[in-house]
């Protein structure tokens, strides 16, 4: 008798979303070659990672290290034996990976939102590197009706197969949108009347105590070292999560899941006031 698959085993199958314009997934692949990364950019194939040989010169470099900067795709200098365990083919010192989503722009976002009628529930990943993380976050964001994932182009765990598999099939269902400047990115959420959140330990009111039927945004930390300064600094809100006892604190995954689940039950069951 066949051994039946569990549903974390069984292959991954992409599934038809509600707009075209949202993440696709894709199966992993690459690149290879100066010309044919060239024609992808002209054929504006999603990308998500382009990896190039150090000292690599010659023609065509210039022009891919431009086409990324213009579209934030991360640039990584390897050396030859990382390509060349990748693929024998003639790669000319230049490999990229095909992104598994398509990565849209924040305003585009926020209008689409708008236009269906909508109150922004976007959250914003600041250095948090685990792919596991990434994928449960989503997980959490679908379910709990927020629409976009904000994500920098560095410095943030990749959105690969693991990703999608810990999200369940979640971060197809979502906006994702990759910015190369977080920064920036807040201050576009401003222009757009979207107010900014993110936790710290010291901060004087419970994330209960906030009103999250708000236009919102909130932003999430690596558990080491939290939001940067910088860009905690340009937030509007600042909260806790109350603990029962003195642990250190919850995963950023549990963290995104119980502030998410809060912004969703003051939505669905507002107080009167």
């Keep these: 008798m066949e051994e039946r698959q569990s549903k974390s ?137 927020a629409q976009a994932l904000i994500i920098p182009d560095k410095g943030v765990g990749a959105l690969n197969e693991e990703a999608f598999k810990s999200s369940a099939g979640a971060l197809e269902h979502i906006h994702i949108v990759r910015v ?16 900014v959140f993110t936790s710290e330990m010291r901060a004087e009111k419970n994330i209960h105590e906030l009103d999250l039927c708000l236009p919102a945004c909130i932003i999430m930390g690596d558990e080491g070292r939290g939001v940067q300064p910088y860009l905690a600094k340009a937030a509007d809100y600042f909260f806790k999560i109350p603990m029962a006892s003195n642990f250190d604190s919850f995963n950023v995954s549990v963290a995104a899941g119980i502030i998410l689940y809060e912004a969703m039950k003051q939505r669905m069951f507002p107080v009167s006031k």
């Design 180 to 195: 190369a400047s977080l920064l920036k990115a807040v201050d576009l959420l401003h222009l757009n009347g979207v107010q």
């Design 9 to 145: 085993d069984r292959p991954y199958k992409p599934r038809p979303r509600f707009n075209s314009e949202r993440s696709v997934a894709t199966e992993r692949k690459f690149i290879i070659g100066r010309q044919p990364l060239l024609e992808a950019f002209e054929s504006d194939t999603n990308i998500e990672k382009i990896l190039i040989q150090k000292n690599a010169q010659g023609d065509g470099l210039n022009e891919i290290k431009q086409a990324a900067r213009e579209k934030s795709i991360p640039v990584q200098l390897v050396p030859i034996e990382k390509l060349n365990g990748l693929s024998k083919a003639n790669h000319q010192g230049v490999l990229a990976f095909i992104s598994k989503v398509k990565y849209l722009e924040l305003q585009e976002v926020i209008d689409f939102v708008v236009a269906k009628g909508e109150t922004p529930l976007f959250l914003m990943l600041d250095g948090v590197t685990d792919v596991r993380n990434i994928g449960a976050i989503g997980r959490s964001i679908h379910c709990c009706g």
